[in-house]
């Protein structure tokens, strides 16, 4: 499996930005994929994922950020809309087997793509 994560930038605050990833190999409902962010000095946590029908948006970002899914595609989205300052991170994609959007439960990751949101 290989994930390309792709979509990042510089935008202002309240902007919006899409990043995709783009899965070749192997993806399935019954995986469990999304995106995971990093900041400068912090642990990697938990944005959003989506597994079949299911998405989990972790509490910073609910109401801001969606995950769609193309299958036909291969690609799952993270669009990020009303972005602030304390969205700046390196986003990746990643996905594994396990029903918790964390992670520790994701076996394959992609190279990450670098969102920095100033004015």
């Known amino acids: 499996v290989q994930l390309q994560a792709s979509g990042g930038g510089l935008v202002q605050p309240g902007g919006s930005l899409r990043l995709s990833c783009i899965a070749s190999?192997?993806?399935?409902?019954?995986?469990?994929i999304g995106w995971f962010r990093q900041a400068a000095g912090m642990e990697r946590e938990g944005v959003s994922c989506i597994r079949s029908s299911m998405t989990y948006y972790a509490e910073p970002v609910k109401g801001r950020f969606t995950i769609p899914r193309d299958n036909a595609k291969n690609t799952v989205y993270l669009q990020m809309n009303s972005l602030k300052p304390g969205d700046t991170a390196v986003y990746y994609c990643?996905?594994?087997?396990?029903?918790?959007?964390?992670?520790?439960?994701?076996?394959?990751w992609g190279k990450g793509t670098q969102v920095t949101v100033s004015s």
């Open positions: 190999g192997f993806m399935s409902d019954d995986y469990t």
């Open positions: 990643a996905t594994g087997p396990g029903l918790i959007c964390s992670a520790v439960n994701m076996d394959y």
